[in-house]
């Protein structure tokens, strides 16, 4: 039978990946979608609509397993800590 912990270990070096994946592909689209902007001579209000569409739509979706990591890291992290306290809940000696 397979049992598995109750939470996977995320894998640092994916997620280093990830976060270089999520640069690399956003810096092009920012600066596409200032190009675009000022090709077309519209506002500048257009580009912040812009922006924020690109973080909306391609940066928080791709980061996404990096801030559940982080948040996993803290839990561990907070968890270890609080069992360290003891049952009194006192400083540890």
């Given at each position: 039978?397979?049992?598995?912990?109750?939470?996977?270990?995320?894998?640092?070096?994916?997620l280093?990946?990830?976060?270089?994946?999520?640069?690399?592909?956003?810096?092009?689209?920012?600066?596409?979608?200032?190009?675009?902007?000022?090709?077309?001579?519209?506002?500048?209000?257009?580009?912040?609509?812009?922006?924020?569409?690109?973080?909306?739509?391609?940066?928080?979706?791709?980061?996404?397993?990096?801030?559940e990591?982080?948040?996993?890291r803290?839990?561990?992290?907070?968890?270890?800590?609080?069992?360290?306290?003891?049952?009194?809940?006192?400083?540890?000696?």
């Amino acid at each position: 039978m397979n049992i598995l912990p109750p939470f996977q270990v995320p894998d640092t070096y994916a997620l280093r990946r990830r976060v270089l994946l999520v640069g690399v592909l956003v810096i092009p689209l920012y600066l596409l979608s200032a190009y675009v902007v000022y090709l077309l001579g519209v506002s500048d209000a257009w580009l912040l609509i812009a922006l924020a569409l690109i973080y909306l739509l391609v940066v928080r979706p791709l980061m996404r397993p990096v801030r559940e990591a982080i948040k996993l890291r803290r839990r561990l992290a907070y968890d270890n800590w609080l069992a360290e306290r003891g049952p009194e809940g006192g400083d540890p000696p």
